[in-house]
Nanobody, 119 residues
Framework: QVQLVESGGGLVQAGGSLRLSCAAAGSIFGIHTMGWYRQAPGKQRELVAA???????NYADSVRGRFTISRDNAKNTVSLQMNSLRPEDTAVYYC?????????????WGQGTQVTVSS
């Protein structure tokens, strides 16, 4: 069973930067994406960014131009560089591994890491 281990969260002032990392322990087989979701208090969990094995990436409109997702296929890691952070970016950030099949997908989640941006 693949496990996702996250790191890099913390407290930062508005305008600052953080880099989140997620390491997948175990071999990943098949078609999949890796990405980051976040959930703020009282809000639904939302997609922040996702990336394919080929390097194609999708971003939420709220983070496009500020955040950059990347992955190292050899090391089974995915990172999220977060620049120009805003207080509204405050949330628990979750690493996501999504397996893609013909008719469905399966999700594996990390434990979450807190990102707090002070004004």
């Amino acid at each position: 069973q693949v496990q996702l281990v996250e790191s890099g969260g913390g407290l930062v002032q508005a305008g600052g930067s953080l880099r989140l990392s997620c390491a997948a322990a175990g071999s990943i087989f098949g078609i999949h994406t890796m990405g980051w979701y976040r959930q703020a208090p009282g809000k639904q969990r939302e997609l922040v960014a996702a990336i394919t094995t080929g390097g194609g990436a999708n971003y939420a409109d709220s983070v496009r131009g500020r955040f950059t997702i990347s992955r190292d296929n050899a090391k089974n890691t995915v990172s999220l560089q977060m620049n120009s952070l805003r207080p509204e970016d405050t949330a628990v950030y979750y690493c996501n591994l999504k397996y893609l099949y013909a008719w469905r997908s399966d999700d594996l989640w990390g434990q979450g890491t807190q990102v707090t941006v002070s004004s």
